[in-house]
């Protein structure tokens, strides 16, 4: 890199959605290129479309070719669209589907290489991007074929007070009690243990699992998934040194604050978690995707089709993700240092004068 600023790439998301407007009032605030480098995948002629339309200042941006012909000190975008692209603010269409696909293709493969150190993307048509190239539940799952075979993608939604994890993501509620494992809740455990540390800078973390049936199946009348699959699971986990514990009934969980004695919430399913999340969170809240070996943020809030060109949209959850991604990034960078070089355990032999065994070393 050839500056120490972080390089923040931002795709522009649904371009009939309110991406444009919430990455725009974002960066209209000179504040931001203090903390950071952006470069905005999408196109500077849509860009100004939307900001005329919104009778917006001046946002000016820094055409470039390539990642590393970024400014420093001035926001940057790649024209990732040809200049022929329809806009339709506020309409669902196909071609603003390819739009965002080119846009996030394009970050993404950026990113791999190393020429942005984080993603933050705003928000898409899970259906209109469908394609031969994108056939995925949404953003969460591309990401996660896109790191290879190892990675194990786990949505995280975050803000100062409250972190939730789910073990289920964009899955039909019809099929969430058959993807509802044991094992599947171990390893959503596991990397949420290990997010919190090395992606929150937390030591010891505690963590919240939620029951799926209402009261936690009431000893087995309203279910036996908490007995038969989510105990086991806690359990388990336990014995790998994850601090968890549960199962909580959803609604009292959140209802009694008891989120607030927790460092993250475990939760079944999509809206058993983002429900009180956004709720509780606001407008602030941010969508981040932990067990890749790069960082990904974005707004908790979709394309927002009712409100384009309204000048409604809110910018604060866009400005968070991009605060988040900035914040985790260093986390990790601060935990790998940290741990890049363990001391070996060693212990003496008092039967013998001064010497060492390496219990890390096999016979």
Known sequence: ??????????????????????????????????????????????????RKGLEMPSVPFNTISEAS??????????????????????????????????????????????????????PINKNTIQSDDFHFAGHTEYLASCAGEDADALMILCNDRLRVALVTTHCPIAKVAEEITSERIVAKLKAFYTSLE???????????????????????????EETNVIIPAIKEARNQGVNCFGPYPADGFFGAGQYENFDGVLAMYHDQGLAPFKTLAMAGGVNFTAGLP???TSPDHGTGYDIVLKGSASEESMREAIYAAIDIYRNRQRYNECHRNPLRRQYFDRSKDNVVLDLTKED
């Open 198 to 224: 090395s992606d929150f800078g937390l030591s010891h973390p505690r963590i919240a699992v939620l029951a799926l049936n209402p009261h936690a199946g009431d000893g087995g009348v309203i279910g036996d």
């Open 294 to 296: 790069f960082v990904r």
């Open 1 to 50: 890199m050839s500056n120490n600023k972080i390089k923040v790439g931002i795709t522009q998301g649904d371009t009939n959605g309110v991406g444009y407007e919430v990455i725009l009032k974002t960066l209209e605030d000179n504040r931001m290129l203090e903390l950071c480098t952006p470069v905005v995948y999408g196109s500077a002629k849509i860009a100004s479309y939307y």
């Open 69 to 122: 012909q970024a400014k420093a000190d001035a926001n940057n975008i790649i024209n990732v669209v040809g200049e022929d692209v329809k806009i339709e603010p506020g309409v669902a269409t196909p071609e603003a589907g390819r739009a965002a696909f080119m846009a996030l293709e394009r970050a993404v493969a950026d990113l791999k290489n190393g020429d942005i150190d984080v993603l933050v993307t705003a």
